[in-house]
């Protein structure tokens, strides 16, 4: 028998302007930039990690930032929100600062939790979940944000899907999710031709849980500017991720072969309503080629594209990554 999933690994996706993205995760949201790398598929793109300190499992949204993309269309086969938790005593904090940065924001209860919900700047449907019992994260001293109110990892995301049949099974018997309550509710705005929808929680073994949209009418999301690309669960280790991989194939879903990140190695596959899921394992991790006091300060590039740094440097946009404290601390050493 397999382990189930841990958590989420990471959550990776899209945006326009690199500076404009790393400005509101880091200085809006208080979110660490743990490594600026670039996409191995396109190394001429940025790709952006944010998490607490250390860039531990369960608090990284990645981010590949094309300047001229436009904005995605959400709908079926895609994750169309992700969620933060946050401690009921920063519920307040977070209404106030997210206001005072000029952001929408809109106050739910959802399955008994508060939920203020707002976009990022290209559209990116975002929520913070109030609860007490919240992931242990490493908090970042340099934040703005007071380290009692930081994000505590990921709560959950949204997917979107036509029918439920599929994706349930495979949550549950691939990999290993619990099934929890449901509920009905009026789907967004934007999405009122829809009609109402169901959502479903199934919760992972450590905790987060994943919530599932059925909106049988939905088109199909078109990936762009502000669009989850992926979801990313935890795998302990190459041995644990191996055996998925087995045993995945083996009930017929169409697996990529083990890719090499860098700091973790990863396995692709579509769950039965469209959403691109990855298994990502723990290790190595992201202090590999840099010093987690030094994370995310330098861009990193793999081995086999450091021969092309010069040529890759001067085609990606400038990215600016130094803070208002830093800058205030080189003045004040004079």
């Known amino acids: 028998m397999i382990n189930p999933v841990q958590g989420f690994h990471h959550i990776t996706a899209m945006a326009s302007s690199p500076q404009r993205n790393l400005e509101f995760y880091r200085d809006v949201l208080g979110q660490r930039l743990v490594k600026q790398t670039v996409n191995f598929d396109d190394p001429g793109t940025y790709h952006l990690y944010y998490g607490d300190y250390q860039g531990s499992p369960g608090t990284i949204l990645t981010f590949f930032p094309w300047p001229h993309m436009k904005r995605g269309t959400r709908g079926s086969g895609e994750a169309s929100a992700l969620a933060y938790n946050i401690s009921t005593n920063s519920l307040g904090y977070w209404r106030k600062r997210l206001t005072e940065h000029q952001l929408e924001v809109t106050e739910r209860e959802r399955f008994g939790e508060t939920v203020l919900a707002f976009e990022d700047p290209d559209g990116m449907r975002l929520e913070l979940i109030a609860q007490n019992d919240v992931l242990d994260i490493t908090p970042w001293e340099k934040s703005d944000v007071p380290v009692e109110h930081q994000l505590r990892g990921f709560h959950s995301v949204t997917l979107v899907v036509n029918n439920v049949d599929g994706s349930e099974k495979l949550l549950t018997e691939r990999l290993g999710l619990t099934p929890q309550q449901s509920m009905h509710e009026n789907p967004e705005q934007e999405d009122a031709d829809q009609g109402v929808a169901e959502r479903k929680r199934f919760e992972l073994a450590g905790g987060q849980v994943v919530d599932v949209l059925i909106q049988p009418h939905a088109l199909p999301a078109r990936l762009g500017a502000g669009s989850v690309h992926h979801v990313a669960f935890r795998n ?28 973790f190695h990863s396995i692709y596959f579509r ?3 469209g959403v691109l899921f990855e298994l990502a394992t723990d290790a190595p991790g992201f202090a590999t080629d840099e010093p987690v006091e030094h994370l995310g300060e330098r861009l990193q590039l793999p081995s086999w594209y450091e021969p092309q740094r010069a040529r890759i440097e001067n085609q990606l946009p400038i990215l600016d990554v130094s803070m208002a404290q830093d800058d205030a601390l080189e003045v004040d050493t004079f």
């Open 236 to 263: 302990q280790d190459d041995s644990e991720q191996a055996e998925y991989l087995a045993n995945l194939r083996h009930k017929g879903v169409n697996v990529t072969p083990v890719q090499d990140r860098q700091y």
């Open 271 to 273: 769950e039965p309503g």
